[in-house]
C-alpha cells in the first residue's frame, strides 16, 4: 500500500529540517513527500531543495501566493497544486512542516485502517510544549483529526471530493467524510510534537472571526449550530469581541444572495444531522 504526502510550507526554516527527519525515521516511511513552498521568504526554499536533491522519493515544489500566514484557503490551494503531482497511493496526507512524528507513525495509522474497514481517516494528537513537559494542544477535541495532521484513505478522500480552498476545511472533511459512511479516529498513543503552536495571531483579528462567521454559512450550519460553535470558542478564549463579529459574519453570508454553501443542500442536511447528533451525546 503507497503512501504520498503532501507538505505545504510558508517561512518554517526553524522546523522544516527536523520535521522531515521524522518522516524519514518511521517504520514506515512514505512511498512520495511532496514539499510545496507557499511563497516563503526565509531559507525554507533552500532546506527543502536540498532534502529532495538528496531523497528521490522527495519532490519540491513552487507556489506562488500572498506571502503572508493565512488560515483556511491559502494552505490548502498550496495542498492541491502539490497533490497533482502525487503518484497513485493508497492512502494521502496532508501534513504541516513544523511536527514531529514518533517513529512507529504511518505504521501504527495503517493498523488501525486494516483493523477496522470503515475507518476514513485517521491521526495522532498534537501536543505543545510548556516549560518542559510536552501537553495536549487543547483546541479542539481529542476525537478531532486535527487540520496539520490529516490522513486519508483514498476512498475517502475521494468520496469527500477532496479538501476545500475554505475556511473550516478541517471541520467539513470529517463531517462530510461522515456523511459518505466513514469513521474518522485519533490514535491517543501516538502524541505528535507541534513545534509552532496553532497561530494566535490571526485568532486576535477582526476580520478574522467575520469570515470565521460567514464559513460557518457556507459549511451548511443553521443559526443555532453557528452560535453554538460561536459560544464554545468563546469560553475558550473569553473574547466577547470574536462572538459580536462572527455572528456579525454569519448574518451577513446569511442575507447575501451572492454568497451561497460551498457544500450541496443534501451534505447541509446531512451535516446538521450529523453536529446535532453529536451535540445530544456530549449532553446526554
Not at 518542559?132 to 487543547?138: A, F, L
Request: proline letters at 3%; aromatic letters at 12%; hydrophobic letters at 35%.
Amino acid at each position: 500500500m503507497r503512501i504520498a504526502i503532501v507538505i505545504p510550507f510558508y517561512n518554517e526554516e526553524s522546523f522544516l529540517k527536523d520535521c522531515i527527519h521524522s518522516f524519514l525515521q518511521q517504520t514506515r516511511v512514505p512511498d512520495q513527500i511532496v514539499l510545496v513552498d507557499d511563497s516563503s521568504t526565509d531559507d525554507s526554499s533552500k532546506i527543502a531543495q536540498a532534502l529532495a536533491d538528496e531523497h528521490e522519493f522527495i519532490l519540491y515544489l513552487k507556489h506562488k501566493s500572498e506571502a503572508e500566514r493565512v488560515p483556511g484557503s491559502k494552505v490548502i490551494r498550496a495542498f492541491n497544486y502539490g497533490l497533482q503531482l502525487c503518484k497513485a497511493a493508497d492512502f494521502i496526507g496532508k501534513f504541516d512542516a513544523d511536527l514531529i512524528l514518533p517513529n512507529n507513525y504511518f505504521e501504527s495509522l495503517i493498523e488501525a485502517f486494516n483493523v477496522n474497514p470503515k475507518l476514513g481517516m485517521c491521526s495522532g494528537l498534537l501536543f505543545v510544549q510548556n516549560d518542559k513537559e510536552w501537553t495536549y494542544e487543547n483546541i479542539a477535541d481529542q476525537n478531532h483529526v486535527r487540520g496539520p495532521v490529516k490522513f486519508y484513505s483514498k476512498a475517502c478522500f475521494e468520496a469527500i471530493g477532496g479538501l476545500y480552498e475554505e475556511l473550516g476545511w478541517d471541520s467539513i472533511d470529517t463531517l462530510l467524510a461522515n456523511c459518505q459512511g466513514f469513521e474518522t479516529s485519533t490514535l491517543k498513543n501516538m502524541q505528535v510534537k507541534h513545534l509552532r503552536p496553532t497561530s494566535k495571531a490571526y485568532h486576535s483579528k477582526s476580520e478574522y472571526h467575520f469570515k470565521r462567521g460567514m464559513s460557518y454559512y457556507k459549511m451548511g450550519y443553521d443559526f443555532t449550530l453557528s452560535f453554538l460553535s460561536i459560544l464554545k470558542q468563546f469560553f475558550k478564549t473569553k473574547d466577547i469581541r470574536s462572538v459580536t463579529q462572527q455572528l456579525r459574519g454569519f448574518l451577513k453570508a446569511k442575507k447575501s444572495r451572492a454568497i451561497v454553501p460551498f457544500v450541496s443542500p443534501s451534505q447541509g442536511r446531512c451535516i446538521r444531522k450529523i453536529r446535532y447528533q453529536k451535540i445530544r451525546e456530549k449532553i446526554f
